[in-house]
């Protein structure tokens, strides 16, 4: 009998088109709808983006105009999802708290068991603009440590960005601080058939409905190989010791000696590597630059002394390169986001991505049933 040969992980397997987004590790390129990412973050607002990763091209000024007031419609944390918010435990991880919203927004759903495409639309756009509220409200929540508390009412003059640091802090958001978020939400948005969005296509392949589809994504987003790799980042510079005082050459070399004993004992660091880019992440240009400006916006050289330290001696190491979550997780530190709340800022941007996919899926869908080559024991009878 010929050996079949097995594809772990998928590695290299092409399942599927998709129009939605190009991922080119020769080029080290990414295109959403065509548009290279770094032109969107240099350009567009995030609202802009998730518009055209859900239509296909960029809203005209009155599309836009609709686009936006029906997210600012949909901000509000809904009553039904705090009380199960309030419900769980302040210990519980911030991804456990957004995959259980995600759930309860499906449940409650006007049209959870409808999935035309105008329905699915809708419930994209309503589970986006529903989602910075579950995770401001977890992370204010957590921070008040059992304390009853109210979350921050959206407010109908920011953009998403600015009212997802609102709805956060409770303060008026700086705008260097917001265009540095709005860059971290374009980059997030969208990333072919990654794990979670390939998750999200398997449970839409079934015929069943958007919300499952976005609450087995955040299942698949949450382990530290795919999008916990952001606050796995942040554990790792814990670990070395963030010393606010410390000089940039100081943090730099404290970092690499940590690197290079980390990679002695065969440590993964996450935060490096990538399945499918071998010579970079196309998107870490654009997220280091908004990370310089908030280390030069918060006075905080040490962040980027320890980034250069673990970079380099990576480098030097193995050649590893950074990926998207390297430069993000220490952005959002400096924002003020708690660690555990980085994987949710990810999951409140890769919504438009993820649900692009099941509408993409559905548009031509077959059944996602792949085989397996059987390797247990040999046919055996009861006595
Ligand atoms: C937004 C995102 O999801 S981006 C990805 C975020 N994930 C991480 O940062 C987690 C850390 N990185 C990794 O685990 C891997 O690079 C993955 C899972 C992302 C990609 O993995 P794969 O393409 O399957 O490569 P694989 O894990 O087999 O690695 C190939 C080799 O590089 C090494 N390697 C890859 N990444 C790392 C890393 N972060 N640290 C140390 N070594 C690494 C592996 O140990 C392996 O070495 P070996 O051949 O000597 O055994
Ligand atoms: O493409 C991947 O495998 C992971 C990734 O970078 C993403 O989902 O953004």
């Not at 973050?41 to 802009?48: D, L, P, R, T």
């Not at 419609?73 to 419900?87: C, E, H, N, W």
């Not at 609450?215 to 510079?237: C, Q, R, S, Y």
Request: aromatic residues 8%; proline residues 5%; hydrophobic residues 40%.
């Amino acid at each position: 009998m010929a050996a079949v040969e097995i594809k772990k992980g998928l590695a290299g397997v092409v399942v599927d088109y998709t129009a939605i987004s190009k991922v080119n590790p020769d080029t080290n390129s990414l295109l959403y709808r065509g548009y290279p990412v770094q032109e969107l973050a240099a350009k567009c607002s995030f609202e802009e983006v998730a518009y055209l990763l859900w239509n296909g091209e960029l809203p005209t000024k009155e599309e836009l105009a609709e686009f936006t007031a029906r997210e600012r419609a949909g901000r509000a944390l809904d009553p039904v999802v705090k009380t199960v918010i309030d419900a769980l435990p302040t210990t519980a991880h911030p991804m456990d708290v957004c995959r259980t919203a995600a759930s309860v927004l499906g449940a409650r759903h006007e049209l959870a068991e409808v999935s035309t495409p105008e329905a699915n639309m809708k419930k994209a756009i309503d589970l986006w603009a529903a989602m910075p509220a579950v995770v401001a409200y977890d992370q204010r929540r957590r921070r008040a440590d059992g304390e009853a508390i109210e979350p921050v009412a959206p407010r109908d003059d920011l953009g998403y960005s600015a009212n997802f640091l609102w709805m956060t802090f409770g303060e008026d958001p700086v705008e260097e601080v917001v265009k540095a978020f709005n860059v971290s939400m374009i980059l997030y948005a969208e990333h072919s058939f990654n794990a979670s969005t390939f998750t999200a296509r398997v449970v839409t392949s079934t015929l069943s409905d958007l919300h499952s589809a976005v609450t087995a994504a955040i299942g698949a987003l949450k382990g530290p190989l795919h999008g916990g790799a952001n606050e796995a980042v942040m554990h790792t510079f814990e670990e070395i010791g963030i010393r606010t005082e410390e000089s940039l050459e100081d943090a730099a070399a404290r970092a690499k000696t940590w690197m290079e004993q980390a990679l002695a004992q065969k440590k993964k660091v996450m935060g490096f590597g990538h399945r499918v880019y071998k010579h970079g992440d196309s998107r870490v240009p654009t997220m280091k630059a908004a990370l310089d400006k908030m280390i030069a916006h918060f006075g905080r050289p040490e962040i980027l002394g320890l980034y250069n330290g673990l970079e380099q001696a990576m480098d030097e190491a193995k050649a590893i390169k950074p990926n998207l979550d390297y430069p993000a997780g220490p952005t959002y530190h400096l924002m003020g986001f708690d660690t555990p709340t980085f994987t949710p800022l990810f999951v409140a941007s890769r919504i438009t991505g993820w649900t692009a996919h099941v509408m993409e899926q559905l548009g031509s869908n077959s059944l996602i049933r792949p085989l397996s080559e059987y390797n247990g024991v040999d046919e055996r009878h009861l006595p």
